[in-house]
């Protein structure tokens, strides 16, 4: 049913791999980075390397918050250097959504300028 659509899920905490848990059994094609390896996705698929869970995502759902420091992506179950937000932002195609929780007001901007709609889940 929703077999063709792509999201993206990256870092966060054991919300984000409960989401990936959920999205990707009711049929969303699921992309999980930066989660921790003990978290149950379901059938989601852990991907290794970020660029693959952002190119060609109709949608990436980013953590609550987005970030803790303005600069990189809040990954606390990650093993590893947090990616830079401009990063995220370069990797993702045009009309992608990005969703996340409290996301910097420059975020928002840089990422309408490269034509990405941005929701978030914090002030809805």
Request: hydrophobic share 40%.
């Amino acid at each position: 049913m929703y077999d063709n659509i792509k999201i993206g899920i990256l870092g966060g905490d054991m919300r984000q791999a409960v989401l990936a848990k959920r999205l990707s059994s009711v049929g969303f094609e699921v992309a999980v980075w930066g989660t921790g390896r003990n978290c149950d996705i379901g059938k989601a698929v852990r991907i290794t390397d970020i660029s693959s869970a952002i190119r060609s995502a109709d949608a990436i759902v980013l953590p609550l918050p987005v970030s803790r420091d303005g600069v990189t992506l809040n990954c606390p179950l990650y093993k590893g250097d947090s990616p830079r937000l401009s990063e995220i932002l370069e990797l993702a195609e045009a009309d992608t959504v990005l969703l996340g929780g409290k996301i910097d007001r420059a975020f928002t901007m840089k990422a309408t300028k490269k034509q990405l709609s941005v929701i978030d889940y914090f002030e809805c």
